[in-house]
């Protein structure tokens, strides 16, 4: 018998990579306490980070939605609680990088590339280049949130802010 797995989030295939690979606790670690605070902050990257990018920029790019203050105060707010967070550790669940550093790197280059100004959040700026020279490959890995980029800069010529 043959399993055959169909995930489309690249934080479950992540985690599933992880816990498959002798070489994965270093990034998953196997201690309750410690995967706690790798998934709460992956949680927090689905469901608070990124959504908040999903909920704003979209429907803008996309379906010609006017700027929406109110969306864009609430991803302010999630991108200051990861400031917060980082404040507290070097990465984003404790003291080495783990998945939670990878999701939340994937969801920080996505709004880089929608040139959302990080100059106010020091601590997202260090943590991102030091996590960017951590992954080896980045560049070719960032590859899907230089598409938004595409996309947003199409939509600003056509769409002036």
Do not use: C
Request: proline share 5%; net charge positive.
């Amino acid at each position: 018998m043959v399993l055959q797995l169909r995930w489309y989030s690249y934080r479950a295939i992540a985690a599933y990579l992880a816990n498959t690979r002798s070489s994965g606790e270093k990034i998953y670690p196997k201690d309750p306490k410690k995967r706690a605070m790798v998934d709460q902050m992956m949680y927090f990257d689905m469901g608070k980070l990124y959504q908040r990018f999903l909920e704003l920029y979209p429907p803008m790019m996309f379906m010609g939605a006017p700027w929406d203050k109110e969306k864009a105060e609430k991803l302010d707010e999630a991108v200051m609680m990861l400031e917060e967070y980082l404040t507290r550790n070097k990465w984003a669940a404790g003291n080495q990088m783990t998945l939670a550093d990878i999701s939340l790197l994937a969801s920080v280059s996505t709004l880089e590339a929608v040139n959302y100004d990080f100059s106010k959040y020091p601590k997202i700026m260090a943590w991102s280049e030091n996590s960017k020279k951590m992954i080896p490959d980045y560049e070719k890995v960032n590859e899907g949130a230089m598409i938004w980029k595409s996309m947003m800069d199409k939509y600003k010529q056509e769409h002036p802010m």
